[in-house]
């Protein structure tokens, strides 16, 4: 028992499931949220500290971790984005947890809409940090990042930054896509992470460090708000979700597989498996395997197919690629990433003079033929051109016909290869790939100025 404790409303009366009877003594705690109690005696401050909803019943959680019920092992969860629609249910009714997750999939905070009072009073003993996140002036900032040349007949990228509850900040960006005249739709790149310990020379994050791990909830909560400013705005829907923003989503996996189930369930965020990515350096194989199961895209930071090179961009990196890949290929297999494709989409930043000649081209082929000739793992890849950085005058962005030869090059080894050159969006204003960091500290003081 680690002694924490969850306020919880109740609807219904709960008995015991050896007499039967109510429960009538506050050292019974329940264990399932199903109204199973297990007599629990344990020294506490006092039974009249303890919140009450209006006429509500009040239930109190002892958290124990992981427990087993029926042959299933459940885990005790705690916020929002923990929470599925029958969960919330069971806390404030069915029609009212559709209502919370319908407002919140068009990016409005439920603790706006009208809501009864005992279900408000309800949603915010469940989780108070998700209301100051979704409030309007938790964005502290939004500003185009983009000039017209790079918008190409599309709405302007955006970026905005989510002021975090310890004074902290991350930066997401809104990137309007236009794939016919008359297909748009909007892509929004969120983070996991307060800076990033990966520390990629190439990256303005991994500048920063590690601060800290976000939440689920302030996970999701970047994409809430990101569907508020796309509506305000009348930005193009937004469809697709990348974890591409600040830091490495399998070093927060917990985190991100709870915002990735929320997201992904037809019934909450209902963003559909193939437009959501997370994208990963994969420190070690084991995190890799952490996957599986999660219904989404992967994409894998290659950068450099030799494991000298790769330490050199990537100094963290203590596996070799060739670990790595058997972890994506058993992975692929096991049913991660998109089903029934399983595919993974390798990425490589083309930094001129550095990774980009015919040589490394070969070598990247020749790395990717196993995973490439296996009937049962698909992969594509992304050739990325580098964005620059201040304090990174050493690196220079590959010019379109060196990555047009690269991708020749690729295709020759490997003829079935899918090979997409990405265009870079919102270099101009610090908001494309590798280009987000925040300061260490922000007080709300200072935000608002």
Same mark, same amino acid.
């Given at each position: 028992?680690?002694?924490q ?7 219904r009366p709960h008995?015991?499931p050896i ?12 264990l399932d949220?199903r109204?199973?109690?297990?007599p629990?005696r344990?020294?506490?401050?006092s039974?009249?500290s303890?919140?009450c909803?209006a006429?509500?019943?009040v239930?109190v959680t002892l958290?124990?971790?992981?427990y087993r ?5 459940r ?8 929470m599925?629609l029958?969960d919330l249910?069971v ?5 009212v ?7 919140l ?8 809409v009208?809501?009864?009072?005992k ?5 915010r003993?469940?989780?108070s940090?998700?209301?100051?996140l979704?409030?309007?002036?938790a964005?502290?900032s ?5 000039s017209e040349?790079?918008a ?21 960006? +809104?990137?309007?896509?236009? #794939? !016919?005249?008359v297909?748009? /739709?909007?892509? @929004?790149?969120i983070?996991s992470?307060?800076g990033?310990?990966?520390g990629?020379r190439?990256c303005r994050?991994?500048?920063?460090? +590690?601060l800290r791990n976000? #939440? !689920?909830e302030?996970?999701? /909560?970047?994409v @809430?708000?990101?569907r508020?400013?796309?509506r305000e705005?009348n930005?193009?829907?937004?469809r697709?979700?990348?974890f591409m923003?600040?830091g490495d ?7 991100v597989?709870?915002a @990735?189930a929320a997201?992904?369930d037809?019934?909450r965020?209902?963003?559909?498996r193939k437009?959501l ?14 996957m ?6 992967v994409v894998w930071?290659?950068?450099?197919a ?9 100094p963290?990196?203590?596996h070799t ?6 972890a994506?290929m ?5 049913g991660?990433g998109?089903?029934?494709d399983?595919?993974?989409?390798v ?6 003079g550095?990774?980009?000649d015919e040589?490394?081209?070969r070598?990247?082929a020749d790395?990717?033929r196993?995973m490439?000739a ?6 594509a890849?992304n050739l990325?051109p580098?964005n ?5 005058e050493?690196?220079?962005?590959s ?7 690269f ?7 490997l003829?079935?290869l899918g090979?997409?050159l990405r ?13 987000l ?13």
């Amino acid at each position: 028992m680690d002694g924490q404790i969850r306020v919880q409303p109740c609807l219904r009366p709960h008995r015991t499931p050896i007499t039967g009877q109510p429960v009538a003594s506050p050292h019974q705690f329940p264990l399932d949220g199903r109204g199973w109690y297990f007599p629990v005696r344990r020294r506490w401050r006092s039974w009249a500290s303890v919140p009450c909803c209006a006429a509500w019943a009040v239930r109190v959680t002892l958290r124990l971790g992981s427990y087993r019920r029926r042959g299933r092992r459940r885990t005790c969860c705690k916020g929002l984005a923990s929470m599925g629609l029958e969960d919330l249910s069971v806390v404030m009714g069915e029609n009212v947890s559709k209502d919370v997750w319908s407002a919140l999939r068009r990016g409005i905070s439920p603790f706006s809409v009208s809501l009864p009072q005992k279900q408000l009073a309800a949603l915010r003993a469940l989780d108070s940090d998700m209301e100051s996140l979704l409030r309007e002036d938790a964005v502290d900032s939004l500003t185009v990042m983009e000039s017209e040349a790079e918008a190409q007949g599309a709405q302007k990228t955006l970026k905005y930054l989510l002021r975090l509850h310890d004074g902290l900040a991350v930066e997401s960006v +809104l990137i309007p896509l236009k #794939s !016919s005249p008359v297909k748009t /739709a909007t892509t @929004v790149c969120i983070s996991s992470q307060v800076g990033c310990a990966q520390g990629c020379r190439f990256c303005r994050t991994g500048d920063m460090g +590690l601060l800290r791990n976000l #939440s !689920s909830e302030e996970i999701l /909560a970047q994409v @809430v708000q990101g569907r508020r400013i796309a509506r305000e705005l009348n930005l193009p829907e937004v469809r697709k979700v990348v974890f591409m923003g600040m830091g490495d989503p399998l070093a927060n996996i917990q985190s991100v597989r709870t915002a @990735v189930a929320a997201l992904s369930d037809s019934f909450r965020m209902a963003i559909g498996r193939k437009r959501l990515q997370v994208s990963t350096v994969a420190p070690t194989p084991a995190q890799v395997m952490q996957m599986a199961g999660m219904r989404c895209g992967v994409v894998w930071s290659l950068h450099a197919a030799n494991d000298a090179l790769r330490a050199k961009l990537v100094p963290t990196a203590k596996h070799t690629i060739r670990d790595l890949r058997n972890a994506f290929m058993e992975l692929l297999k096991a049913g991660g990433g998109v089903t029934p494709d399983r595919r993974l989409l390798v990425a490589v930043v083309m930094i001129a003079g550095v990774n980009d000649d015919e040589e490394h081209a070969r070598e990247l082929a020749d790395f990717l033929r196993p995973m490439y000739a296996h009937p049962d793992v698909g992969i594509a890849l992304n050739l990325i051109p580098y964005n620059p950085n201040p304090g990174q005058e050493e690196f220079c962005t590959s010019d379109y016909r060196t990555m047009l030869r690269f991708r020749e090059v690729v295709n020759e080894e490997l003829p079935l290869l899918g090979i997409h050159l990405r265009r870079t969006r919102g270099a101009a204003g610090s908001a494309a790939c590798g280009q987000l960091a925040t300061p260490k500290k922000t007080s709300a003081r200072l935000c608002k100025e």
